[in-house]
């Protein structure tokens, strides 16, 4: 970037986040008043899940340099659950990940419930938490997931397990294909490119103008496929 893009990306990155900083709160309060009042009669939240998803669109809203544009929406049959398999670019493929505007659980590192906020938010919704490299706790992810869909709430993870520190793809770990194998459900393959370029791992400073494209791809039927063969025909997919 030149000099004038910089100072750009300053102001738009301060004022992003100072919007982030001053409406945190104050949202959440409103979410906790949602929770409330639709405990009785929305035990696997979903309306709390739309809440923060509209939330989630006020800082792409606001953001001058992010466009979202989500590809093939219609492969989202509403009334399906789905293990929606995504790469991981940034940390505001999950802010993107939300505009999808469908029911699903996040399955998350634990790490992430024990930061506030964010945290709260991910165990009042009901979002399946996981200890990387515990075996017991993997076995119980993998027991809430398939669970969930039963339930008729999708389950959206990352296979890679972490962020991209180079923009590529990384090895796929297993998990959400044991639990496609499990569960019986459908593998929602879904792409997201361009947020790396605009917020990669290593800062917070937003890069300049970018469009982000969220990709739906065909729908896999799990039923023919084992662990292994599944977990390459995905990651070819993703990678492209």
Partial sequence: MDIKQRIASVFVTLFVWAVLLLTVLPLFSVYLVLWLLTLPFDPLRKICHFFVAYWSGLYIIINPWWRLTIENRQRLERGKSYIILCNHQSIIDILMLYQLYFPFRWISKI?????????????LNKYISVIRGDKLSAEKMI????????????????????????????????????????????ILPVV??????????????????????????????????????LLVSCQSLIDG
């Fill in 192 to 229: 997201i490119d361009g947020a790396f370029d605009a917020l990669p791992k290593s800062g917070f400073w937003f890069r300049g103008r970018h469009q982000i494209v969220i990709r739906i791809l065909e729908p896999i039927n799990t039923n023919i496929y084992n662990t292994t063969s």
């Fill in 143 to 186: 027991r809430l997931a398939v669970k969930s869909l039963a339930e008729g709430i999708s389950i959206l993870i990352f296979p890679e397990g972490t962020r991209t520190t180079d923009g590529n793809i990384g090895i796929f770990r297993e998990g959400a294909f044991k639990i496609a194998l499990e569960s019986k459900a459908t």
């Fill in 111 to 123: 790490e992430l419930f024990r930061v506030p906020v964010v945290g709260w938010i991910l165990y």
